[in-house]
Each structure stands twice: as structure tokens, then as C-alpha cells.
């Protein structure tokens, strides 16, 4: 059990959260009353969200801190900001993360190779670091770590380094959940499915038309849209008092559904 009172307004800190998955959970935990801390990688991302979130949101706890996760001391900063303007921060959600072109390892330029690396394991060791002191100074608090492919140890040509991250990521959920016993801080992972975001339909090539007809076929199965799953996540994560909580949109059970459902449904989520 974990010491954060439910009953309190949650103050909550999400890692790239100036567009994408990351906008939807800020957008959707502050329409349950959160206050929530805003941050993209860099200062006109952070703002250009917060300015759209406060039109929403007018009354709301809303702060931009812009923040590079594959530096040590912007992500201090950010913990060390909201933790000033909020008086504490009950979930830390490490979501900031890059995907990769879909290439053989071989292929894949060295510079995004290091810049996955940088964001996707060595900005959440960092996030996992600074929010795992606080929170352990605090007594209590929840760090989520946000899963993708390659999480569950699956295997997809072309996602080797971005799946390598991903899967790295769980273990250290794991184990930090493990070291965070006795601390009054919980550990938990996120598994979003697939989502139309920038990070998927930005690297789709849309050039060669078989692609792209297999690609949007699957996507109108599977896929969501981000405002979807953060509704699904966000009164779990806030409804979470346990040490190494698992919270999954795209279960095995909802792949069949959707795809045995298909033929009916004929769901939409890319149109042309
Ligand atoms: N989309 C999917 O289908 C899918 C599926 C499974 C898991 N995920 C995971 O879900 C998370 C969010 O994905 P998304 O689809 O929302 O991606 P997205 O639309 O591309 O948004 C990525 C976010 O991460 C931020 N970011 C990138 N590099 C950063 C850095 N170095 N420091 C701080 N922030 C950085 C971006 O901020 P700036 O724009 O300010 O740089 C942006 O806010 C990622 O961890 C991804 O791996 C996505």
C-alpha cells in the first residue's frame, strides 16, 4: 500500500507531454481536477501546450517546465519546479519517448541510434532516478513507466532498437519496484497499444501504396486515438494504490475482439 491520499488533489508530472499521448493524459487529468505539470522538450513545445490547455482549462493547476529528458539536470529541474509550485508530486509519469525508422539495426544511422538510447532508456534511468529521491524523501508516490513494442519481449523486423529501449524499460520497473519497498512509493507500467500520434503516422511511408493499404488496414483495427487511451489509463493510474501495478489498453482478448469484430464494425480511425 502507498502513503498519496485520494482524496487530495493529485499533482501529477508527465515527461513529454507537449503533444501526443503525453497531451492527452495532461488533458484528461485535468478534467478530473489535477493539478499537472506540463513539459516538452523544449520551451515553445512546452508553452504552445500549456497555452492550449489553459484555454481549455481556465481555472486549472496547469505549469510548463520544459524539459530534455537526455539531460540529468533539465529532468531535476523539472522535478525540483513542480515539486516548489505544487508543494509535492503524487505521479511521476515517464512518457517522453522517440521511435525509430523502420530499419534493420545495420541500417539505422548511429546518431538515432544514440538519441533513442539517450531518450528512451537513459532519460527514463534519469526520470526513475529523480522522481524515485523525491518521492522517497516525500514518503510516498507513484512512477509510471510508459511500455511500447518490444516491452513483452516480442519481436518485429525494423523495431530492434526502439523495441531494445522498450524492453529495458520493463525490467527496470521491475526492479526499481523491487528497491522502492518500504520507500512509500509505488512503481507501475503503462502499455498504450498503438495510437495516431505523430511518433506513428510521422515515420509511415505512405510513397509505396501496398504499404500503406496493409498499414491503414491494421491501424483501422487496432489503433486509437490518443484522447481514447489516456481516458482509459487516467482513472487507473489515479485509482492505483499498489506496488508494481500493470495497466494495459490493448490486451490480447481486445486484439481478437477488434479483429474478429472488423468485418462489422468497420471502424475508422485514418480515413483517406
Ligand atoms: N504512438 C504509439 O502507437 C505508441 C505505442 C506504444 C507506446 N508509445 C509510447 O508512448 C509515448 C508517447 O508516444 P506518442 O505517440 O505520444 O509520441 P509523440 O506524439 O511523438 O510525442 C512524443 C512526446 O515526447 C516528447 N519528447 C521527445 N523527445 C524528448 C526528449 N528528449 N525530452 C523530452 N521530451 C521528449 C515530445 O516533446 P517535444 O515535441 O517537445 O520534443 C512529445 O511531447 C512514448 O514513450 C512512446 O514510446 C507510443
Redesign the pocket.
Known amino acids: 500500500m502507498v502513503a498519496v491520499d485520494p482524496m487530495k488533489e493529485q499533482r501529477i508530472v508527465i ?10 493524459l495532461a488533458d484528461e487529468f485535468l478534467s478530473r481536477g489535477c493539478a499537472v505539470a506540463v ?4 520551451q515553445a ?2 508553452e504552445a ?1 500549456v497555452r492550449a490547455l489553459k484555454e481549455k482549462y481556465p481555472s486549472a493547476r496547469i505549469e510548463g517546465i ?5 539531460r540529468l539536470e533539465e529532468v531535476e529541474r523539472l522535478w525540483e519546479r513542480a515539486r516548489q509550485l505544487f508543494g509535492g508530486v503524487d505521479h511521476w509519469i515517464n ?5 525509430q525508422a523502420m530499419l534493420p539495426i545495420w541500417e539505422i544511422e548511429s546518431e538515432e541510434m544514440e538519441n533513442i538510447t ?3 532508456i537513459l ?1 527514463v534511468l534519469y526520470g526513475a532516478r529523480v522522481a524515485m529521491r523525491g518521492m522517497a524523501e516525500q514518503g510516498a508516490g507513484f512512477i509510471w513507466f ?4 518490444g516491452s513483452d519481449g516480442r519481436i518485429m523486423k525494423g523495431l530492434s532498437v ?1 523495441g531494445t529501449a ?1 524492453r529495458a524499460l520493463r525490467y527496470l520497473a521491475a526492479a526499481l519496484a523491487v528497491e522502492a519497498r518500504g520507500t512509500g512509493v509505488a512503481v507501475g507500467t503503462l ?10 503516422m ?1 515515420r509511415i511511408d505512405r510513397s509505396d501504396a501496398a504499404v500503406w493499404q496493409r498499414t491503414k488496414r491494421i491501424f483501422n483495427i487496432l ?1 486509437d486515438k ?1 484522447e481514447t487511451v489516456a481516458s482509459f489509463l487516467v482513472p487507473r493510474i489515479l485509482a492505483s494504490h499498489a506496488n508494481g501495478k500493470h495497466i494495459a489498453w490493448l490486451t490480447g482478448r481486445k486484439i481478437l475482439v477488434r479483429f474478429l469484430a472488423a468485418p462489422l464494425l468497420k471502424r475508422r480511425v485514418i480515413e483517406e
Do not use: Q, W
Not at 95 to 99: D, E, F, L, S, Y
Open positions: 515527461t513529454g507531454s507537449s503533444r501526443g499521448l503525453g497531451l492527452a513539459s516538452g522538450s523544449s513545445s512546452t501546450a520544459a524539459c530534455d529528458v537526455r512518457n517522453a519517448g522517440v521511435g539517450r531518450t528512451d532519460g510508459m511500455e511500447g513494442h526502439y522498450k502499455s498504450p497499444g498503438i495510437m495516431i500520434t505523430e511518433f506513428t510521422g489503433a490518443p
